[in-house]
């Protein structure tokens, strides 16, 4: 959180191969999540061409600055973005949760969240 108790938010992104969109239509579905919800707007750190069985500078970045305090929640299409691998997905989102993030992802298309409600792993 902020000084004024607001909410810091980010958005993790990974394609592979690279997209040269850089995700759009993901990065703009996160941020609408964002605005649903009345969070700022995300910060973006995104792994573009880079597999989950490799190193993730942009991932590694975000865990050390959620580890930092800096970020409160952070939006993702789904746990997938973090590894294909669903052991290693799984302790990623473990670790966030213990480092006090909550994660939140992109709703089904028909969700019927209410508003203000936030839909998080």
Request: charged share 20%; net charge neutral; with cysteine.
């Amino acid at each position: 959180m902020n000084a004024n108790g607001i909410p810091r938010t980010a958005m993790y992104l990974r394609c592979y191969p690279y997209d040269k969109w850089e995700m759009s239509s993901h990065q703009g579905a996160l941020m609408y999540q964002a605005y649903r919800l009345g969070l700022p707007e995300p910060a973006v750190l995104m792994d573009n061409g880079h597999p989950s069985t490799r190193p993730l500078p942009a991932l590694e970045r975000l865990i050390g600055l959620i580890d930092g305090g800096v970020y409160n929640v952070i939006f993702v299409p789904g746990p997938f973005v973090f590894s294909l691998d669903d052991r290693e997905a799984r302790a990623v989102v473990r670790h966030i949760q213990e480092a006090g993030c909550q994660m939140v992802e992109i709703p089904p298309r028909r969700s019927r969240t209410r508003a203000g409600e936030i839909d998080s792993y």
